[in-house]
Nanobody
Framework: VQLQASGGGLVQAGGSLRLSCAAS????????MGWFRQAPGKDREFVAV????????YYSDSVKGRFAISRDKAKGAVYLQLSSLNPEDTAPYYC?????????????????WGQGTLVTVSS
C-alpha cells in the first residue's frame, strides 16, 4: 500500500492550504486515517485523525479550530484543510492509515505512511 500526499507549498502567515492523500488501492476504508507533522529536530507530532466512518475527529491543541480533517471512503482519500497558518506550522505533513478502526493519536498505531508534503509558512 502506498500513500501519496500532495497540496503542500509556501504560504504567508494567515493563509490556507488543503492537503490531500490518496492510497494506491482501496485500503483504510475500515481504518482510521490521520495526519502528522515533523519539524526538523523534533519528534513526529500528531495533528489530526478521523474515524473510519468519518464521524469522529480529534485534533492536537495547537491546530484545533484552524485545521479540519475529512475523508472520502470511496476514493480511499483523506484531506486536511489548513487555515490561519502561522510559521510554527511549518513542517513536512504525513498522512497515515491506522492499524484498526479506532482513532488514535500515537504514531505506533498507524500502519502505512505517505512520503510527506512540505508546508512552509512565511511570516
Amino acid at each position: 500500500v502506498q500513500l501519496q500526499a500532495s497540496g503542500g507549498g509556501l504560504v504567508q502567515a494567515g493563509g490556507s492550504l488543503r492537503l490531500s492523500c490518496a492510497a494506491s488501492k482501496r485500503t483504510g476504508s475500515n481504518n482510521a486515517m490521520g495526519w502528522f507533522r515533523q519539524a526538523p529536530g523534533k519528534d513526529r507530532e500528531f495533528v489530526a485523525v478521523i474515524s473510519w466512518r468519518g464521524n469522529i475527529t480529534y485534533y492536537s491543541d495547537s491546530v484545533k479550530g484552524r485545521f479540519a480533517i475529512s475523508r472520502d471512503k470511496a476514493k480511499g482519500a483523506v484531506y486536511l484543510q489548513l487555515s490561519s497558518l502561522n510559521p510554527e506550522d511549518t513542517a513536512p505533513y504525513y498522512c497515515a492509515v491506522g492499524r484498526g478502526s479506532q482513532v488514535s493519536t500515537r504514531p505506533g498505531h498507524f500502519a502505512y505512511w505517505g512520503q510527506g508534503t512540505l508546508v512552509t509558512v512565511s511570516s
